[in-house]
């Protein structure tokens, strides 16, 4: 079965769930193969990464320029204590 790529806007609604592992494999591959692909998304990943990192401390944050609002509204959801790799 051929690997359908997604979209910049596919992977940033994905990103916190894919940090959470929330996704399914198949998602899961196909957005590292974006990531290996995409200087951006590999950005936006990072980012996320220490802003959820921020959240968990229960920081105030800064969100970076760009950053996806629906991103933002759903990092804000998440509970206070997430889980760190
Ligand atoms: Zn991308």
Aim: proline residues 6%.
């Amino acid at each position: 079965m051929p690997t359908i790529e997604i979209s910049c806007v596919e992977v940033w609604r994905e990103i916190s769930n894919y940090l959470d592992e929330d996704i399914s494999v198949d998602l899961r591959e196909r957005m590292e193969k974006h990531f290996g692909a995409c200087a951006h998304c590999t950005a936006v990943l990072d980012g996320t990464r220490n802003v959820v990192g921020l959240v968990g401390d229960g920081t105030l944050f800064q969100m970076p320029e760009g950053f996806n609002k629906r991103l933002y509204d759903k990092i804000r959801e998440l509970p206070p204590n997430v889980p760190r790799e």
